[in-house]
């Protein structure tokens, strides 16, 4: 396994060699270098001031001490929220008008996998351009440690509260009818922060919140990354609770997924789509949601007679496209919510807050909710080839096959077939040979045929 160095953060494996595992080493020298671009980037600071928060994965409690001990050591004050949702962080930032922030978190990645998170004085994730050079300043090994009455100084702070008491504010999070609806909900939190934050703004809500895998413990019970077939617990516990809904987040909390009162997924493209059509009820604007993410957000939009723009998959990504487009509402097709005028960053916590005011003022099931929005299936595919593929060709090669549709390549090739409603992209991954190929339609047969019919189209490139 190799360190993986992206617009996403600094990821590895727990144990191993440097450059193949995210070793104390590589956390040090991370740490270092955005330390020294921090000042660059904010220069003229008597005092700099950085947030560390972490989810609750073993290695959690190590890497907080490096990263809060190599701050102090490169002059830099820091507020350790140590166990805190990624969004908690973000949020936190901005609470403490901080220079920046660190989150310890591999997001969905299983167990051993660790990452830094980087931020900005925003809160916000650094974008390519502040993440390029920091790297190349990681590896030229530019570092400027403080004489010994410069050093940092550390608090520690628990933002949970602030953050709740943020979301419960919010003027489209509507309490009472939240509260008159009685709701009972089962909540997953894969034995991470969201079993500590999760469970406090529902009964905040007055939801009856029955929890599962809520001790935080980072001993994941089941693969965390919230997809239906890792969530079979929650489902079953749902139906047996006769409860309302099953609320499923990731090991730091950005992403939310939900499960019907009757067991089935509601989908997590489906998130976003539902959050989108409450806020567009009551505030009109465009929308954004990655390359990959399904039709429905675009087709919705379109209906409250507004414009739907796509971006580059990637965090970073949507947020640039929902600024540029001054969106009302974000986020990716992954359970990722991004609501800009609480904070531009994927939260859970708004997401299900919103998603319960719309399903209260509804009066309906998740399953009778679900069959008002334009109905899609997605086949997520992938083809591995030999490394001496060049990948850029058969993108390029797709793009000019089918010119006469409308194509989009700002990351991958995208091919829309709108006659049909009917959508393929594909992407090269960044750390292995293989092309990822994500197709949609309105059945299931339709995407697994599409999905199947570019799989051919490739094979037919390579062998020629």
């Not at 997809?227 to 090991?251: F, M, N, Q, Y």
């Not at 976003?272 to 390359?291: E, F, H, M, P």
């Not at 990722?336 to 309906?364: N, Q, T, W």
Request: glycine share 8%.
């Amino acid at each position: 396994m190799t360190l993986i160095k992206s617009i996403s953060g600094i990821r590895g494996t727990i144990g191993g060699l440097p450059g193949e595992a995210l070793t104390p080493p590589d956390i040090v020298k991370f740490v270092t270098a955005y330390s020294y671009r921090l000042k660059k980037r904010l220069p003229g600071k008597n005092r700099y001031k950085v947030v560390v928060g972490r989810d609750a994965r073993i290695s959690g409690e190590m890497a907080e001490q490096l990263v809060c001990g190599t701050l102090m050591a490169c002059g830099v004050d820091v507020i350790n929220a140590s166990l805190s949702s990624t969004p908690t962080v973000e949020m936190a930032v901005i609470f403490e008008k901080a220079d920046g922030g660190i989150i310890l978190t591999a997001s969905h990645n299983p167990r051993q996998w660790n990452a830094l998170k980087l931020l900005n004085e925003k809160g916000e994730f650094l974008n390519a351009e502040e993440g390029a050079k920091l790297l190349e300043c990681a590896e030229r090994g530019e570092f400027n440690f403080s004489e010994i009455d410069q050093l940092g100084i550390i608090t520690k702070k628990d933002f949970t509260k602030q953050h709740i008491e943020a979301v419960l504010s919010y003027p489209l999070v509507d309490t009472e009818a939240i509260y008159r609806a009685g709701f009972t909900a089962v909540v997953d939190a894969v034995n991470s922060v969201g079993g500590i934050i999760m469970p406090q703004l529902l009964e905040a809500l007055g939801v009856n919140c029955i929890k599962v895998n809520c001790d935080p413990t980072g001993q994941f019970a089941h693969n965390p990354e919230p997809l239906p077939e890792h969530l079979t617990e929650l489902s079953s516990r749902v139906v047996k609770e006769g409860a309302d809904l099953g609320i499923s987040v990731d090991p730091d909390v950005d992403r939310l997924a939900l499960i019907c009162e009757d067991g089935n997924p509601f989908g997590e493209e489906y998130t976003l789509v539902a959050v989108a059509d409450y806020i567009l009820r009551n505030k009109k604007g465009s929308t954004v949601s990655n390359l990959s993410s399904s039709r429905a957000l675009r087709d919705i939009t379109e209906a409250a007679g507004c414009d739907y723009f796509a971006s580059a998959v990637g965090e970073v990504n949507v947020v640039t496209e929902m600024k540029r487009v001054e969106a009302v509402i974000g986020g990716e097709g992954n359970g990722g919510v991004i609501v800009p005028d609480l904070h531009y960053g994927r939260d859970a916590m708004i997401g299900i807050a919103l998603f319960l005011s719309l399903l209260a003022k509804e009066k309906l099931t998740l399953t009778a909710l679900k069959t008002k929005y334009p109905q899609y299936s997605i086949s997520k595919n992938r083809i591995e080839l030999s490394p001496s593929i060049d990948v850029d060709k058969i993108l390029s090669e797709i793009k000019n096959k089918y010119s006469h549709k409308r194509v989009t390549d700002i990351d991958g090739v995208k091919v829309d077939f709108d006659s049909e409603k009917m959508w393929v992209h594909l992407r090269k991954s960044n750390t292995e040979p293989i092309i990822r190929i994500y197709a949609e339609a309105p059945t299931e047969d339709q995407s697994s045929t599409l999905a199947k019919e570019i799989m051919e189209v490739i094979n037919e490139i390579i062998s020629t």
